[in-house]
């Protein structure tokens, strides 16, 4: 990724504006801020995912990494637990992002932290592992800390009967139910009699809306452009077998297929739903296969000009491999290269 400070920094889908710049102290820079809408048929289904983030509360330098403990450089000023998730007292769940390096766009939820240091849970198949800190380095890669969207955060008080539907990362298999339904009130969510409005949505993951009005729904969501590549663990569950996983790419903008990073084995899929048609359940109308070097779709090469859009989410459906396996895809957005 480029250094921010020399960084040009436009895009269409919004007015944008930067200011400050990125400090080992408890200091915040502003990244651009952009708008997406998004429309939601009436009794249909969307697959979407979440293209904007909310803002960093807090960006610095690393200074020291021992096992998953990542210590900042210079004084934070943070408080004890100031990160950590309370039901009823402290709504936020937080995450910390390399920002640049290796391992640029690696998320990590955080579980604790004290006054210069966070605790977090890596995604599996991935590593903190060669993250530059200045205490080996001399130059510490850059973090940022940020919350997560929750249902309660990203569509508040949405319609009475308005479900979003989750999906699970360790589920073995293809063509996977939903592990998770949630429902509003038409003021806060819910799961049967569970209050959920802290329920996260993880930034790599789809979701999808169930629009069960009669009539459409319409949300905005207004949030900071993405400054960091886009990086994603994807993998089998099990030998021998194809693999689905709910995921989209984070970018406010279309991005062609082919500027993803998506495609790691010749046979993966991607399977694309039309947000624009009604109804639910629905199966994908466009399905591109990675031969290892292109996307097809059926036998035409589309690698450079099927465009994924901006908050919509796809079915990644990995070719099957001897054993279980991960691997790392990071790709930079186009308007960041």
Not at 61 to 67: A, C, D, L, R, T
Request: some cysteine.
């Amino acid at each position: 990724m480029k250094p921010l400070s020399i960084m040009k920094k436009t895009i269409l889908a919004a007015a944008l504006a930067l200011v400050g710049s990125l400090s080992c102290q408890a200091q915040v820079t502003t990244d651009p801020v952009g708008f997406v809408s998004i429309t939601v048929l009436a009794k249909s289904d969307a697959s979407l995912g979440v293209p904007l983030a909310r803002p960093n509360e807090f960006q610095g330098v690393v200074q020291s990494i021992s096992g998953n403990v990542i210590t900042l450089a210079g004084t934070p000023g943070w408080t004890a637990s100031q990160f950590v998730y309370v039901a009823g007292t402290q709504p936020k769940t937080y995450f910390a992002r390399i920002d640049s390096g290796a391992n640029e766009g690696l998320i990590a939820t955080i579980t604790a932290n004290d006054t210069s240091s966070v605790t977090v849970t890596v995604p599996t198949g991935d590593s903190l592992s060669g993250i530059l800190t200045n205490a080996a380095n001399g130059t510490g890669d850059t973090i940022s800390i940020a919350p997560y969207w929750t249902l309660g955060t990203l569509i508040p008080g949405a319609a009475a009967g308005t479900q979003v539907l989750l999906y699970s990362t360790t589920q073995a298999g293809i063509n996977l139910s939903a592990s998770a339904i949630y429902f509003s009130n038409g003021t806060d969510w819910y799961q049967n009699a569970t209050l959920s409005d802290d329920v996260i949505l993880v930034a790599s993951q789809g979701f999808t809306l169930r629009n069960n009005t009669v009539n459409p729904i319409t949300f905005s969501i207004t949030g900071s452009v993405p400054m960091a590549t886009n990086r994603l663990v994807v993998g089998t569950l099990a030998a021998s077998k194809q693999q689905d996983q709910r995921i989209f790419f984070n970018s406010p903008v279309p991005e062609y297929v082919g500027n993803t990073g998506l495609g790691t084995s010749p046979g993966d899929q991607l399977l694309i739903f039309n947000n624009s048609l009604s109804g639910e359940n629905q199966s994908a109308n466009v399905i591109l296969v990675w031969t290892g070097s292109k996307w097809n779709n059926g036998g035409t090469d589309v690698t450079n000009t099927y465009q994924l859009q901006p908050g919509s989410s796809y079915v990644l459906r990995k070719a099957p491999s001897a054993s279980p396996s991960t691997v790392v895809t990071s790709h930079l957005q186009s308007y960041l290269q």
